[in-house]
């Protein structure tokens, strides 16, 4: 029985065999590699995830398709769990995990942000995202592009621009372009925020009106002898600074007794 794409899931089929194979092979899966799949679909990636590894595990959240899968696949190879992946606790699952997948463009960001609380967990990870949500993930400060989800998502990985994916690789075809990126986390001892949480609300507040200079969008929370020591200048905008930079701010502000970010 023909699967009809639903909406709500945005769900688009990746049936692009080449642009698969040039997926998998960016993957580089190997048997005993300890991999979860987003988002699986009708299988594209799947199949030949699963005929690499020793088991896969994968998360599915759209009742049809996971009846689908737990007929197509043994589950002594491929787990199916069923469920929402903002809700998925991805640390009942083992360490060196490896995560891939087709993520749903509606709910793209909110998945890279609940993925990177348990960073410290994964080895790495390969999405095929909007061609403008990877864009702006890997954007260098200093444009358009370079953003909160930048700024939070570049303390965390390492990430690259694999592959650019155009519409007709899918059915439905999207009516955006699309991207493979590579994330991978960046080890514990680069992780030098005092509280990721202070830089998250720093970054946050930062970028609220992103026009604004820093002296503005930061008022009240940094002096003049703050941006000296820091030496950062406060006609500088958000979008012009590194993310040590924010790092540096967000540790400043730390130290300073009774000092939070609203």
Do not use: C, W
């Not at 089929?13 to 979860?36: C, G, H, N, S």
């Amino acid at each position: 029985m023909k699967h009809v794409p639903r909406k709500r899931f945005g769900q688009h089929f990746l049936t692009d065999q080449a642009v698969i194979a040039d997926i998998v092979a960016a993957i580089r899966p190997q048997a005993e590699d300890a991999m979860v799949e987003i988002g699986p679909g009708l299988g594209a990636l799947t199949t030949p995830l699963a005929a690499v590894l020793r088991h896969l595990h994968v998360i599915e959240i759209d009742r049809d398709i996971i009846a689908r899968l737990r007929r197509a696949y043994l589950p002594a190879r491929v787990s199916v769990h069923a469920g929402d992946v903002l809700e998925f606790d991805f640390s009942a699952l083992q360490r060196e995990l490896r995560v891939v997948g087709n993520l749903p463009y509606n709910i793209s960001t909110p998945v890279l942000f609940h993925l990177a609380r348990y960073a410290e967990r994964i080895r790495d990870m390969h999405f095929m995202l909007q061609k403008e949500v990877v864009e702006r993930m890997v954007a260098p400060p200093g444009g358009g592009d370079y953003g909160r989800l930048s700024v939070m998502l570049q303390y965390r990985f390492d990430m690259k621009l694999l592959l650019e994916v155009a519409p007709d690789a899918f059915s439905p075809p999207p009516q955006v372009d699309s991207a493979v990126v590579r994330l991978r986390p960046r080890p514990q001892a680069q992780l030098t925020a005092a509280s990721e949480a202070g830089l998250a609300q720093l970054v946050r507040r930062a970028f609220s009106q992103r026009r604004k200079t820093l002296r503005n969008s930061l008022a009240g929370l940094l002096e003049a002898d703050d941006y000296a020591a820091l030496g950062i200048a406060p006609g500088l905008r958000a979008e012009n600074l590194a993310v040590a930079d924010f790092v540096a701010i967000s540790n400043r502000l730390a130290g300073k007794d009774g000092s939070t970010v609203q």
